[in-house]
Every structure is written in structure tokens, then in C-alpha cells.
């Protein structure tokens, strides 16, 4: 059975109880972060708490604990888990004032603090022969105008995703006016004349940690690593879509609204590069 934690407390999950009153239910006043863990070890750990200090930041809620303290408390939670490759899901709340009022509690509360873990899916990239990819749609991109906070409130991005999945697909591809933004949840890559293109950072994508290692090993290896706009149409004559995100890792996307990418195959570029990860993952198994 799988061990929660919740405010200072390591329990079960039908334990883990939070009040009604929690801002994060009735305001989705919260942020979260998901971390891979590979055997036991957290992978980027840096750049996770990083992104944790800016979405807290950004919602003007202060840090409940310093960078080694969360540390400590991602391991305990891996080691009550028993280690192996998981996801962990961090939860903080501006917590729960004593009325409903939009406006942040006069007198301050305690923050809610909510870890998981769950297990990691098998990546796409232990099978680099693969010859098939996922397939996506492209929607138009309903959220807000503050993607870069990793917030709780995920409705638009679940709509968004479960609009995917009735049409028989696993990804949505999100365009606002007629740019590529991100995927439902994931960043994107294209790949064109043997070059790497994705959408710069802005406040209309999350930066994504894989995102940013992608790009870095793009650097490392001599290939070529753009960050611009992409048009619709650019990612429909592209060579090769990729989606990333912590859990899917790089995940190859061989058809786009009915139509294949490319050959319609998985490409080699995203051999090469899903190998690099691969290996990268590697350095932090054996240091
Ligand atoms: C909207 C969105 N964009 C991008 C990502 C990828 O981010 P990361 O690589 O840090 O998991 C996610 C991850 O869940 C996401 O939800």
C-alpha cells in the first residue's frame, strides 16, 4: 500500500484528509510539481525546486520550507514507497481561512502541503526501434495567460486532453493564434532539415524541466537547437513532432490530425536524442 504524506504526516491515502475550506478547493489557489525518480534517485532535482520557488513565487505564496528541506522530504516519502522509478506529485495550498473570500486570508494560514508518489509508465525511449509513435490533435488553446505557473487549476488542460482521447488520440497540440504553444501537458518539438525547433519560453508555456534538458543536449552533441515560434502549418510539414514531459520523457508523435509526420514513422533524429536522455539518465544511476 502506498504511503501519502500531508502536512507534517507520513499516512494512507484514505487517511489524507483536507477541509472543504482549503483554497485550493474552492479557488484552485495552489501550485504543483512532478518529479521523476529513477530507482530510488530524483532526476533534476535543481531545476525542479527551481520551478517550485518561481510558481510560488508568482502566486505570492512564500516557501513553507528551504531547497534541503524539501529534499529530506522527497526521500522519506521514496524510501516509505519502498524507491523504484516513480512520478512524485507535490501539492502546496494557500491553505484554509475561515470564510470564502477571494481575497488572501487577512490572518495567515498555514499552507497545505500534499505529496504522492505513483509509478512511472514505461518511457518510449526503452524501445528506440520503435517504429510507431503516438498520435495527436491540434485544439485551440483555451487556458489562460499565465501558463508558466504551474498551477492547480488544470480544467481547460483537462477538457483539452479528454477532447484528445474522445477523438482517439493521446495528445493535444495547443495553437493560439495560429502558434504552437505546448501540449495539453507537454512541451513541443519539431524537427526540420535535421534541426530541433521549439516554442520560447513565454508566459503562454510551462518550462518544462525536459523541455530544458532537451535543448541542453541538444548543445552538448553539435545539433542545431532553435527556440522560436512555430506556425501550425510548420508543424504539420515538419520532419518529426516529439512531445516531452517528466513522465513521458520524449515521446515521438507520428500523426497530427488524421495526417503523418514525415514518413509518418518514428524519425531518427528522435533516436539519436532519446538515446542521449537515455544515457543522461545513466549518469545519475551511476555517478
Ligand atoms: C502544460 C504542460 N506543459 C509542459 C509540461 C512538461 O513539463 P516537464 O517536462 O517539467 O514535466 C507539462 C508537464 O506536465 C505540462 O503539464
Redesign the pocket.
Known sequence: MSIVYLNGAFIAPEDAKISVMDRAFLFADGIYE?IPIYQGKLFRLTEHLRRLAYSLEHIRLASPHTDAQWEALFNALIQQNGGGNLSLYLQITRGCAPTRDHAFPKVPVEPTIFMMVNPMPTPYSTDLNREQGIKAICLSDIRWLR?DIKSVSLLP?ALLRQQALDQGVDEAILIRDDLVT??????IFIVANNALYTPPRSPF??G????DLVIELAQAHQLTCVEKSLTQAELMAADEVWM???TKEIAPITQVDGKPIGNGKVGAVWRKVAGWYNAYKQTLLNP
Request: aromatic share 0%; charged share 10%.
Open positions: 512532478v501558463c488542460n505546448e501540449g495539453a501537458a507537454s512541451n508555456i510551462l518544462g524541466i525536459t523541455r516531452t514531459s517528466s
